[in-house]
């Protein structure tokens, strides 16, 4: 652990930093009987620190035209006065040790030039990082090798093209690698009939070298809402594991069968509605499979899920979340428009086991208003500031301990945002848009209550929405969505102009103000049009007119986040990193528990940008240091 230091200063602090003393918003009560739990009045446990990864410093180097932006990262175990030196070579190329941000801009220096960076504690210089990651066109690409196409029994050609990413260090060396997801061409939506080639999982080193490739095989369909894979250190040994659902014939990466081979559960639609339905732990280093357990909740009737073809019956969702405040847990998920069943489970020496189990069809749930509230994907902080993560799935919340937490009734939606979104109010906040058209057309709660702030008219089936500070001239986060005719504030009142994007986010430029990210581009908004900040070059979006990126986060250099995009022939990831400079020093993002398992759980189904558990933006407090726990 890092030492021990007074916490910074500022106006508040957010969860899980600090604690709330008192429920805050009116009609908590009836929000409370609604989830079919009571209010106490003993204080919170104070939060416990979070196990997270030992990290490297992750230094890039951007060539901006006229020089390298040198950035890297301000780890959570590092001192609060930490400084640092940069060199290009054995030559230290400042003047001074910078101590305000933790990024350098070395004018006139070659694309080439090669940096190491040394903290610098009490004056004392300590060991080079490892050598920066160039980007020396604006981009650095990682190569990689598509599976071979093939053809379906149904007589449809299919190849492959990369999908979603994770990040994690598979092999314990403090770098993060990726886990690629590679979807057939003719991968299906759970309402589309028709039979799909293999979903094939690779886990991928930063410079190309696949580490193993995992093939799901037949029995697991392909499309965005059958494979959700979570990447992250469960067992606290240093590296990361992969999890995912799998069936009889897939193949871990050493190329051991899990079930039986040779059994077809497929019928003439291509739909999976028989057979065995597992939950898989992965070696992040081997592939192999660590543990196999039946798969909570087993299909059983498929009518019981809203239809009898096969449709609402696979709908999956996937995440990470610190049930205990210290440890991390696997969140598995089924359904979303009927009933929904959540089960949270723990990988300990080797092992799976069952931490709990959320059924909207038990005596304890059933009426209580927590079926039909999914959403397309979930989201995971600590929305009580008790020390302990709570899954909010759609427009439910469930607590820590596998209790409904409360319900909103106000149904199932597409995209979902959670953070502290509004500062002038204690805790965080939860930006939802809906797809009833009798119910409004998105709405912000308190997420520790669901009491709901502010909502827009019904709008039918609104399927965008997003929230965060994009303009610096109206405090806290903005939202708005496909239904909205103008830019909604922090209360929900009308700003002016919408942007022109409804989708992903990104800290991209020097302030904390998030731009746009949509497609292959990434603008900044203004009241009076968009400013092109970057387009990407030989790349693709994902996931039809989702255009998404294959993972966009805080994965390297500073708290700034970078986007990763397949490159259009599908032969690498291309990764870009902001040329910008920032005079602003945030600790690494992916030392915030709600942010790391928000990368953890952003290819899951529709996915979203990820969100801290504290406010950046304009105007924003002094950023909190997070108290962690390395291996």
């Known amino acids: 652990m890092r030492p021990a ?21 009116a009609g908590i009560a009836t929000v409370l009987a609604t989830s079919g739990l009571t209010a106490e009045a003993a204080p919170a446990p104070a939060a416990a620190a979070r196990q997270m990864e030992n990290l490297d410093r992750g230094l890039v180097s951007v060539y901006t035209g006229s020089g390298n932006l040198v950035s890297w990262r301000w780890l959570a175990t590092d001192p609060d006065d930490v400084a640092f030196d940069v060199y290009r070579g054995d030559t230290k190329v400042n003047s001074s040790p910078v101590t305000d941000s933790t990024n350098f801009l070395h004018e006139g220096a070659p694309a080439s030039a090669d940096y190491t960076v040394r903290a610098v504690t009490g004056g004392v210089e300590q060991p080079a990082s490892g050598h920066a990651v160039q980007f020396r066109a604006g981009y650095h690409d990682i190569p990689l090798s598509p599976p071979s196409g093939g053809t379906t029994p149904d007589g449809v050609s299919y190849t492959y093209e990369a999908n979603d990413a994770s990040v994690g260090d598979l092999d314990g060396d403090g770098t993060l690698d990726f886990v690629l997801k590679w979807q057939p061409t003719n991968a299906k939506d759970n309402s589309q009939s028709g039979h799909t080639g293999n979903t094939v999982i690779d886990g991928i080193r930063p410079d190309g070298t696949r580490l193993w490739r995992i093939d799901l095989g037949r029995n697991i369909r392909s499309g965005a809402h059958y494979t959700q894979f979570q990447v992250y250190d469960y067992d606290g040994d240093g590296r990361a594991e992969v999890a995912m659902k799998t069936a009889d014939g897939s193949r871990d990466g050493t190329g051991a069968v899990i079930g039986s081979s040779s059994a077809d559960h497929r019928n ?50 996937a995440g990470t979340a610190y049930l205990d405040g210290a440890r991390p847990s696997l969140v598995m998920a089924r359904g979303y428009y009927t009933r929904t069943v959540i089960a949270a489970w723990d990988f300990r020496n080797g092992a799976l086991t069952r931490r709990w189990t959320f059924d909207t069809n038990s005596s304890t749930n059933s009426g209580r208003g927590y079926d039909g509230q999914g959403n397309h994907a979930l989201t995971v902080g600590d929305v009580d500031g008790d020390g302990r993560d709570e899954i909010v799935y759609g427009a439910m919340t469930v607590d820590d301990n596998g209790a409904g937490l409360w319900t909103t009734r106000l149904g199932h939606g597409d995209a979902a945002h959670l953070g502290d979104l509004v500062p002038s109010r204690p805790g965080l906040e939860y930006y939802k848009v809906s797809e009833d058209s009798s119910k409004p057309g998105s709405w912000m709660a308190d ?45 929900g009142s009308p700003l002016g102009r919408k942007p022109s994007s409804v989708n992903f986010l990104s800290w991209w430029d020097g302030d904390p103000v998030r731009e746009l990210l949509d497609g292959t581009r990434i603008d900044k908004y203004g009241t009076g049009g968009e400013n092109r900040l970057l387009t990407g070059s030989g790349v693709a979006s994902n996931n039809g007119t989702k255009a998404t990126p294959v993972l966009s986060g805080d994965i390297l250099g500073d708290w700034r986040e970078e986007v ?21 020093r945030i600790t690494t993002l992916l030392h915030d528990a709600q942010y790391r398992t928000a990368l953890a759980w952003q290819n899951t189904a529709y996915n979203q940008p990820p969100h801290p ?17 390395t291996p």
């Open 564 to 584: 990763v995009w397949r490159t259009s022939d599908n032969r690498a990831l291309r990764v870009y990193s902001t040329p910008h400079r920032t005079d602003r």
């Open 447 to 491: 997420a520790r209550t669901g009491q709901v702030l502010w909502q827009t008219a019904p709008a039918g089936d609104n399927g965008r929405g997003v929230s965060g500070d994009i303009w610096a001239g109206s405090p806290g986060a903005e939202s708005w969505s496909s239904a909205d005719s103008a830019l909604l504030s922090a209360s």
């Open 268 to 317: 003439s639609s291509g739909y999976v509605l028989a057979g065995p339905e597992y939950l898989t732990v992965f070696d992040g280093r081997t592939g192999a499979a660590l543990d196999t357990a039946d798969y909570v909740p087993a299909r059983g009737n498929v009518g019981s899920w809203g239809d009898t073809y096969g449709n609402r019956v696979d709908r999956f969702l």
């Open 613 to 629: 558990g504290f406010f950046i933006g304009d105007g924003m407090a002094v950023p909190p240091r997070p108290e962690v726990t």
């Open 5 to 25: 230091h007074p916490h910074p200063p500022g106006p508040r602090r957010p969860a899980p930093y600090r604690r709330l003393s008192a429920l805050a918003g």
